[in-house]
């Protein structure tokens, strides 16, 4: 944690010592084993770092002084409460409007295998192609035979069925954030100690460098939540606004959802250009491209200049680093990776300046050469 008092250095052992070798490999099979034991709880406790960082100057503003007696109880467990309810109503909501909304699928594509779908008169109003278009609709999409055919590979039990493999899936989620809240509010309480023996352990490992390395991956970590969560969820604000403008059905819950996948990059199109296409099909090209222009733009400046410079300039990444950091953490740990990939590429940038930045050591003059150094002729 930022601002801690820097710990005097722990006596180390000499580098060549049997015992300094047996320790260490003492200490990796310890922590092998421990990683091992808790392996199903590792997510939970790296979500809880990750909020203990975000919100940790936040909290230290709130309460300036370590809490003790009843404060060390009631002060953590309040702001956990709120962090909680802060990022489990949204996601709940959310959860719960696709689980509606999977019926309502199921609902549709039965009711299209009976009666077809009916051409939208947008379709035949389409320039140069819109009558074309029109007559592939009335052939494949509104006689009922071939709209089954078309559909017919769409297995609604198969559909039924993933629903209830997502409620499963929600539960085990819902496990595991549990863990996490648990796991925050003991941070909360012993921050400022786990602080401190943080700081040693980086010192006995890296030396000097190793408060520095932490102190990146810290910015980078704050960076990554103000540039994807905040930003994701000021984009979701925006473009559910365009929603309402145009008069788009479900709009705050489907504006939610834009919120949410904006916090990953390039994913909020997946929600607009949808909307998009609904609006095309009931309310005509206008509210269709109000909503595409309000939605590319508002990416294309989160995307390429908000987002760099609160995650790079935080952390010092060049935005390269920082989209690959992204993406390779998200597909490497899942939404976790997020936060995780750019604080590891923060580690190792600043190792690499660490390595490579450093002064190098002058060389010692070469003696001048006497007559002894000269070859007889």
């Known amino acids: ?16 010592s049997p015992r300094r070798t047996g320790a260490t490999a003492l200490i990796l099979a310890l922590v092998a084993l421990g990683l091992w034991i808790l392996q199903s709880f590792v997510a939970a406790l790296l979500w809880a770092a990750v909020f203990a960082i975000a919100s940790w100057p936040l909290y230290r ?5 370590p809490p003790q007696h009843g404060r060390r109880i009631v002060a953590p467990l309040v702001f956990t409460l709120a962090i909680g309810l802060l990022f489990a109503v949204p996601f709940s909501f959310v959860a719960l409007e696709i689980a509606r909304e999977t019926h309502v699928v199921i609902s549709l594509i039965a009711q299209v295998r009976k009666s077809g779908i009916p051409v939208p008169d947008w379709v035949a109003a389409f320039p140069f192609v819109g009558r074309q278009a029109a007559g592939w609709w009335r052939q494949y999409l509104s006689d009922p035979y071939t709209a089954r055919a078309l559909l017919g590979h769409v297995d609604t039990a198969m ?23 648990l796991a925050l509010f003991f941070l909360f309480r012993d921050g400022e100690r786990l602080g401190q023996q943080l700081l040693r352990l980086s010192d006995r490992l890296l030396g000097q460098s190793g408060e520095r390395v932490a102190l990146h991956m810290i910015s980078a970590v704050h960076g990554t939540v103000n540039g994807l969560v905040l930003v994701g969820l000021a984009e979701g604000v925006i473009i559910g606004a365009a929603y309402v403008a145009v008069g788009l059905p479900n709009a705050v819950p489907i504006g939610a959802l834009t919120g949410v996948l904006a916090v990953i990059p390039f994913a909020a199109p997946v929600i607009f250009c949808g909307a998009a296409l609904y609006l095309m099909a009931e309310s005509g090209f206008v509210p269709a491209a109000i909503v595409l222009g309000v939605g590319f733009s508002v990416v294309f400046v989160a995307d390429h200049f908000v987002r760099p410079i609160l995650i790079g300039g935080a952390a010092r990444l060049p935005f390269l680093w920082v989209l690959l950091g992204i993406l390779g953490g998200l597909e490497t740990f899942g939404v976790l990776g997020l936060f995780l990939g750019p604080a590891i590429m923060a580690a190792l940038v600043s190792i690499w300046r660490e ?20 070859r007889r002729r």
């Open 1 to 16: 944690m930022e601002g801690l008092p820097r710990p005097e250095a722990p006596p180390t052992l000499p580098r060549d």
């Open 61 to 65: 503003r709130l309460v300036p002084a």
């Open 159 to 181: 559909l039924a069925e993933r629903a209830r493999e997502f409620g499963g899936e929600l539960i085990h989620r819902l496990t595991i954030f549990l863990f996490t809240m």
């Open 355 to 374: 390595w490579t930045e450093a002064p190098m050591p002058e060389r010692e003059s070469a003696p001048p050469r006497g007559r002894a150094g000269k």
